[in-house]
């Protein structure tokens, strides 16, 4: 069964200082990866996904993450971080072995506070 | 394209009561899927569909029935709201079932249930 843990509940960084978003996951089969971002009182929206090409992957908004195998993991890291990116964040893993369902399994979120 | 949306965005309900909560994307596609999203739980699969007249249970099922009979729609529908069912209610669609591609998640509906 696949299994996703979000490190930490909650970040807080200061604005123009480095972000790291913790995520470990668990997959029997070769999963697909993604970071999901929602803002206060929005949907959510994809910053980024792994789906076993590059393992570095570029998302929106100068994020990024590294998809570690061997370490089963898949941290999100920003170099600076920009009071707009204050928002909960989801790693989210899918099982791509699985023809139908598409099932999507969250973390439990990770809430980023960026200090002015 | 409007993309996926929900109605309506905010609902109380009195315990014992129903109601459908309603979701359409113009996409064309396949996949839908509702979502409850609950503090510091993440969100979890409630009910979901490949295509229209195909729908199967999620993660928590229990207390809401679903049905596709077009591409566009996907209404969720709670027959005996309890208060167990507070929580933010989110649609989602994507191209096809398999893992690769994105979800696409409308804005979502609060419900409240007293």
């Known amino acids: 069964a696949q299994s996703v843990t979000q490190l930490d509940s909650h970040v807080s960084v200061s604005e123009g200082t480095p972000v790291l978003l913790r995520c470990n996951y668990s997959?029997?089969?070769?999963?697909?990866l993604f970071w999901y971002v929602q803002h206060p009182n929005k949907g959510l929206q994809l910053l980024l996904k792994?789906?076993?090409?590059?393992?570095l992957v570029k998302g929106i908004n100068g994020f990024e993450a590294e998809f570690k195998k061997s370490e089963t993991s898949f941290h999100l890291t920003k170099p600076s971080a920009h009071m707009s990116d204050a928002a909960e964040y989801f790693c989210?893993?899918?099982?791509?072995?699985?023809?139908?369902?598409?099932?999507?399994?969250f973390g439990a979120g990770t809430i980023l506070r960026v200090k002015s | 394209n409007a993309g996926v949306t929900q109605t309506p965005k905010f609902q109380v309900l009195k315990t014992g009561q129903s109601m459908t909560l309603q979701c359409a994307q113009d996409?064309?596609?396949?996949?839908m899927s509702w979502y409850r999203q609950d503090p510091g739980m993440g969100l979890r699969l409630i009910h979901y569909?490949?295509?229209?007249?195909?729908?199967d249970q999620g993660e928590v099922p229990n207390g809401y029935n679903v049905s596709r009979s077009t591409t566009e729609d996907f209404p969720l529908r709670l027959l005996s709201a309890a208060p167990s069912q507070t929580s933010v209610y989110f649609c989602?669609?994507?191209?096809?079932?398999?893992?690769?591609?994105?979800?696409?998640f409308g804005p979502g509906t609060r419900l409240t249930v007293t």
């Open positions: 792994y789906t076993s090409a590059a393992t």
């Open positions: 997959s029997s089969y070769s999963p697909s």
């Open positions: 996409m064309n596609h396949e996949y």
């Open positions: 569909s490949v295509g229209a007249g195909i729908t």
């Open positions: 989210v893993v899918s099982d791509r072995a699985v023809e139908y369902g598409n099932k999507l399994v």
């Open positions: 989602a669609s994507s191209i096809t079932p398999t893992g690769f591609y994105e979800q696409y």
